[in-house]
């Protein structure tokens, strides 16, 4: 077993205008450069591995973080959002109405055209969180919003149908017991990092 804390980017500009980013490499804003400068790890992660998503908007925050060499783990993408990408919600109720945008009937199944489910979303984390455990030490994963919602939902066995339990924030760090059968157990949302 291990302790995993997963830490979501900083801002983007695409997050200031409520696009969806999914796969889009989006570099961190000036805005949120300065956000993750005002963040401080718990002294429990100092010394853990750290590993992040291949994105830039990831590996900066891992940067500004003092970790400026994780492990890039291809694992923790954030979730595809296919066609939908670069899109707000407005714009997709607009072009399709709301009927075909809102995912909250179908929870964890939910996958926009050509992209990807939160199930699926775990299935890709899963063999990781397995491989972490066997490890046995601390890890900080920096990744995105989609990729902490699964692991979430996972652990505590929300369907994504409805709201969860914990409103999980942009600048926290989610605290999660990983297993070697690569299941998870929450041991804290919202570890406030500023």
């Not at 400026?68 to 707000?88: C, F, H, S």
């Not at 972490?132 to 919003?145: M, N, S, Y």
Request: some cysteine; hydrophobic content about 45%.
């Amino acid at each position: 077993m291990s302790l995993l804390a997963m830490i979501r980017h900083g801002a983007t500009d695409w997050n200031a205008e409520r696009r969806l980013q999914g796969r889009a490499d989006r570099p961190l804003s000036t805005q949120g450069k300065a956000q993750v400068r005002r963040w401080h790890v718990p002294a429990l992660f100092q010394d853990a591995c750290w590993s992040t998503s291949p994105l830039a908007r990831a590996t900066e925050t891992a940067a500004l973080l003092s970790h400026p060499n994780p492990i890039i783990e291809p694992a923790l993408i954030e979730m595809d959002w296919g066609d939908w990408e670069g899109r707000t919600r407005e714009e997709l109720i607009a072009e399709l109405g709301s009927e075909l945008v809102d995912r909250n009937p179908l929870g964890r199944e939910f996958r926009s055209p050509r992209g990807e489910s939160p199930r699926q979303v775990w299935a890709r984390l899963s063999p990781w969180i397995a491989a972490i455990a066997k490890q046995g030490k601390p890890t900080v994963a920096v990744t995105h919003r989609g990729v902490i919602r699964a692991v979430y939902a996972e652990a505590t066995g929300w369907d994504m149908v409805g709201r969860p339990a914990d409103e999980l924030t942009a600048n926290a760090a989610h605290l999660f017991l990983a297993r070697i059968d690569g299941s998870v157990a929450l041991i804290r949302a919202n570890l406030m990092l500023s």
